[in-house]
Structures are given as C-alpha cells and as structure tokens.
C-alpha cells in the first residue's frame, strides 16, 4: 500500500464527477432560474483540484459491503494527514465531520482538522463515510469500526501505536463517534481479510457538539474510552444530549472532560479568532496530552516534599516540565498540588496513572501563599466559644500574606546557574524538594 501525504485527485474520479455535473445540468429545472447549488459538485471538484488534497485511501478495496453504486459516494475512504517524523507522537485519530448524515462538512470539520492535528505530531484520517439517501446508519458505523481497524492493520506504514487510535466527530459526526466506541466490532482472528482480525475498538474519544446516549442496559462502561466534549449554550439542543452523556458517564466513573461555553452556533469548527471559544482546541490538546495519550513512554508514580528557605511551602503546586530532548515526544508538564489540609508537611503524591512519563524533568515551584491554616487544622478547634472570639480577633487573622503576585521557583538557590533538574524512573519516584527565595 502507497502512503503519500500530498497529491492530486485522480483524473477518473475528475471524469466521474464531470459527468455527473453534466447529467445535473441537464435535468429538468436547468437553465435560466435553476438552482446554482446544482453545481456544487463541479465546483468542489476544481477546488479540491487546487487544494491539492491528500490521495483517499479506500477502506475496502474490493468495495464496501451494502454497496450500491460505484461513485465515490459508494466508496468510503479516509483522507490522511500525516505529521513529519521529528513530530510524530505515534498517535492516530478519525476525524468525522458533521453534516446530519445527508453530507459531510468536509472543509470545516474535516481537513481543516486533518491538518491541524497533523502539525502538532498527531496522524489524522478525515473520514468520508456514507450517507443518507444512499445509505443508513448502519452503513456509516460499519465505516467508522472499519476505519479504526484499518488503521490498526497498517499502524506500522503509518507510523502508528495501535493502542492509541481515537476519532473526534462534529454534530452527526460526533454522533458516528459514539455508535463506533458504543459497538466495539471485536478481532476475528481467523479472518480472511487482515483488516478484520483486528479490532475497531477507540482509545478515546473527541465530541464536538455531539453526542449519542449511551444507557447502561445497552452500552457496558467498559467499552466507553476516556472523552473530551464541547459544545456551547446557545447551541442549547446539542448541548443538552452532551451534559445527558457527561452525566452518564460521571456515573459510570468514565474518564471524561465537557466544556460548554456561553456564546457560538452550531457547527463553529476550530472557531479561530474568537477569544473565548477558540481556546477549546488547545483545551482539547492539553487534555491529550495530560491522559498520556501522546507518548508510548510509561507514568511513573511520584511523591515527595518541599521546603522552601527551611520550611515546608505553606501552600502551592509543584510542576514538572518536560526537559526537550530528554523526555519522549508528546510528552506535557505534569502538576501536583500543595495543599497542607491535615499536616504542613508540603507533601505531594501522584499515582502512576496521573504521573510524569520517565524522563528528565525541570522542576518549578509555586508558592500561592506565606501563611496558610486549613479548615482540618484550625487552631482554634476545641476552644470556648469565648476564647475561639478572641482569638479570631488576633491582629493578622484572615489578611493576606501576599502581594497577588506568585512567584516561580526554579532553582535550588536564585544564584545558581542550572535549573533544578529531577529525573523520573519507572515505579515509584521520591523526591525531596529544597529551594531558597533570596
């Protein structure tokens, strides 16, 4: 099989679309007052020409069962948008775009996709799946499962993990994302066809203003993979069935993230240039890259403690940030909290499923307050009422310990010249933090 990136639509599938714009024109309501959508397909055709858009890659090669036609619409395939080897995380996803399965909006919720997953190290398939009144739901989820498995089958010319295949769907084709992850079509082993013995089972999933229910009597939570949703409030009917889902799969214990956002109509695609919406892609990314879905490196569980000029930092986090070129591709800075509730002892723990993957890290230190007394360590718990008045009346209780600014510690001491370097092993990593401010 040819993998190629970039290259021209073929001349028979120029033909087939020619003729066919040419049987448009001269059907009944051509001429003066006919539609001008009538010439889309002519028009798509010379666009797509210019475009230069990848080679479609069929997903059965000797045709898709059902099939009924020879037109491509009769064909599903998938577009692929393939990021360069020093980017590439390893990781695939399915884009499907929306379109109320009557067309797909190939343009917005598609290569526009494609392209932007692939510059940031991830393979992305824009797939064409089938519609109606050519062809059904049961149609388009078969294409869905297939395209998954296909992209297992040939992981290996795609520079592809088979254990992180994902698809992100828009409207309908977000409803396609969730039949596909809600009907895992399982390996036949002892198929005839490669592409069957492997499974189209998601290793998550990406809804953009749409979804599908999934009710626990037909759908087990196993087979729901960890999910990122968004959609906004003035998109009230879609967004309604995506909080219907959270909330089923919040019950289910799902790893699952929603951001509903208050402004923006249906279909807003990567809503570039708006200040608010347009932040959900890199939400989305961070959110991949968080749940470890862009590296094949190994979690490593961490714990340690801080102190800062002598003392345990009253109340902060602790990051660690990827060291280039000593940490895997895809890997993202990894966070723990200082919260100091029951003892100060400026402990942090994260357990393998939430840690850093093995590598180099630096390490920064925040420090969000000078003095800090949890509820769970109220001092005053146990006094008399009149005693606890008193002393909520102490000069100092309550005020701020800080002037608003939090400063970053990356250094052991603020006269050093290298910055405070960790190394994160496979298993459980203990460190014990110490840093001075001045």
Not at 6 to 29: D, E, N, Q, R, S
Not at 235 to 261: C, R, W
Not at 262 to 276: I, R
Not at 410 to 434: F, L, Q, R, T
Request: glycine share 10%.
């Amino acid at each position: 099989m040819e993998i190629r990136s970039f290259v021209t639509a073929t001349a028979l599938l120029a033909g087939a679309i020619g003729l066919a714009c040419t049987a448009f024109a001269a059907a009944p309501g051509g001429g003066a007052g006919r539609n001008p959508d009538l010439d889309f397909p002519a028009r798509a055709l010379a666009a797509a020409k210019e475009a230069n858009l990848p080679k479609e890659v069929l997903l059965w090669e000797k045709g898709a069962p059902n099939a009924k036609g020879q037109s491509d619409e009769d064909k599903p395939a998938f577009y692929p948008f393939l990021p360069s080897k020093e980017k590439n995380t390893g990781t695939a996803i399915i884009v499907a775009p929306g379109g109320a399965f009557t067309h797909r909006a190939a343009d917005y919720e598609g290569v526009t996709f494609g392209k932007w997953f692939a510059d940031r190290g991830i393979a992305a398939f824009v797939l064409r799946y089938r519609i109606r009144p050519l062809y059904n739901q049961q149609d388009s989820t078969l294409d869905g499962q297939r395209a998954a498995q296909y992209l297992r089958a040939h992981a290996k010319e795609y520079g592809i993990n088979s254990n992180r295949i994902g698809m992100i769907g828009f409207s309908a084709g977000g409803e396609l994302c969730c039949y596909v992850a809600y009907q895992p079509d399982l390996a036949k082993a002892d198929a005839a066809d490669p592409v069957d013995r492997e499974s189209s089972k998601l290793n998550f999933m990406i809804l953009g203003y749409g979804s599908a229910p999934a009710a626990r009597s037909q759908v087990p939570a196993s087979d729901i993979p960890p999910t990122f949703m968004f959609c906004t409030t003035e998109d009230a009917s879609h967004a309604g069935g995506m909080l219907s889902l959270f909330q089923t799969m919040y019950n289910e214990k799902v790893p699952a993230e929603i951001h509903l956002f208050p402004n923006g109509e249906h279909g807003v695609g990567l809503a570039q240039g708006d200040g608010e919406l347009g932040q959900w892609p890199d939400l989305m990314y961070n959110w991949m890259r968080g749940n470890n879905l862009l590296t094949n490196a190994t979690r490593a569980a961490i714990k340690g403690t801080i102190t800062l000029d002598g003392k345990p930092l009253p109340h902060g986090s602790i990051t660690f940030v990827p060291v280039k070129g000593q940490t895997p591709v895809g890997a993202g800075p990894i966070t723990a909290y200082i919260m100091n509730t029951r003892t100060p002892n400026a402990e942090f723990t994260l357990p393998a499923t939430a840690g850093p993957v093995v590598g180099k890290y630096k390490i920064e230190v925040r420090r969000d307050a000078a003095v800090w007394v949890s509820n769970d360590r109220d001092p005053s718990k146990g006094m008399s009422a009149e005693d606890k008045a008193a002393f909520l009346r102490s000069p100092g209780w309550g005020m701020p310990t800080i002037d608003g600014t939090i400063p970053v510690y990356s250094k052991a001491k603020p006269s050093d010249k290298d910055d405070y370097i960790v190394e994160v092993k496979e298993g459980e990593n203990s460190y014990k933090i110490e840093m001075v401010s001045k």
